[in-house]
């Protein structure tokens, strides 16, 4: 229940108060964090290696709707602190206070994007590293060279009953034909020189006839082209369900920032809810 508009204001020389901007980018960074943790936690859990108890399906469609809802709820926390700790100004009329509220929201909003993609960097620059340094790093290990190693495996996999004689095969020679299955799939085509040299390959390597190596290639290459569209059109997705969830979550910020501040200027409690509900009763 409103009671009354607050009296306390001054006039600055700027509009914008980082204080608060810095405070709601922050909880809203820290609570989407704990949040997706958790959540992560929870969809491992619906995953297993025996089909009886593995909901797949479901995980990802849970997780769709859990990254929705924790980044639009987030940030309504962040925009609302925003909005809320914001200084009460003497001058503007209700819509251009609103609108200022509303762009504290946008920026607590932009704050925290900017300091999950800085934390992300960050963790992504030390795996790297230290990747790096214990030998495990590889021209390959992007997301097409990870992909394409089931099909690497099977490509060059011995046949039955020469498994124990055939040697291994090497670090540089998985890179080398790795390299050519992802170009010849980037090309759109397996040229002919690049289908014979990796038969002779797999010929040497598997101990397989001729024809059975030219077969396996050719497998190979349709193998890695399903693969990797799968793997383009999975981007794709999480590039729209992220953008979708981060344009959400900026209308949510701005609505919160200018509820908050509505909030601060009538001296409204903060309170849950519940708690309001009871005290209603």
Do not use: C
């Not at 909880?27 to 989407?32: P, Q």
């Not at 849970?62 to 001058?91: C, D, K, N």
């Not at 021209?139 to 089931?150: C, I, K």
């Not at 790795?178 to 990796?198: F, K, W």
């Amino acid at each position: 229940m409103a009671n009354g508009p607050a009296t306390t204001s001054r006039v600055g020389t700027s509009y914008v108060e980082w204080g608060p901007i810095f405070a709601g980018a922050v909880a809203a960074a820290a609570l989407s964090f704990v949040l997706l943790t958790a959540g992560a936690a929870i969809g491992l859990s619906l995953v297993s290696p025996y089909p009886s108890q593995s909901y797949g399906r479901w995980a990802a469609t849970l997780a769709t709707g859990w990254v929705l809802v924790v980044t639009i709820g987030s940030f309504l926390v962040g925009g609302y602190i925003a909005g809320r700790m914001r200084l009460t100004w003497g001058e503007g009329n209700p819509d251009e206070v609103d609108f200022r509220d509303g762009v504290h929201g946008f920026l607590a909003w932009s704050l925290s994007i900017l300091i999950g993609g800085f934390l992300a960097f960050i963790a992504g620059t030390t795996t790297t590293l230290v990747s790096a340094q214990v030998g495990r790093a590889s021209v390959y290990s992007s997301e097409r060279g990870s992909v394409l190693t089931p099909t690497v495996d099977i490509l060059l996999r011995g046949s039955q009953g020469t498994s124990a004689t055939t040697p291994s095969a090497s670090a540089d020679l998985r890179d080398e034909v790795t390299r050519v299955l992802v170009a010849s799939v980037s090309a759109g085509q397996l040229t002919d020189a690049d289908r014979a040299y990796l038969a002779q390959v797999v010929a040497q390597r598997a101990a397989v006839p001729a024809p059975e190596a030219e077969k396996r290639v050719g497998d190979a290459y349709a193998e890695a082209g399903r693969v990797v569209d799968e793997a383009r059109k999975a981007t794709v997705l999480l590039g729209l369900v992220t953008t979708t969830a981060l344009l959400f979550g900026l209308a949510a910020a701005w609505y919160a920032a200018q509820r908050g501040g509505h909030h601060r200027d009538h001296n409204i409690p903060a309170k849950f809810v519940l708690f309001r509900m009871r005290r209603l009763a």
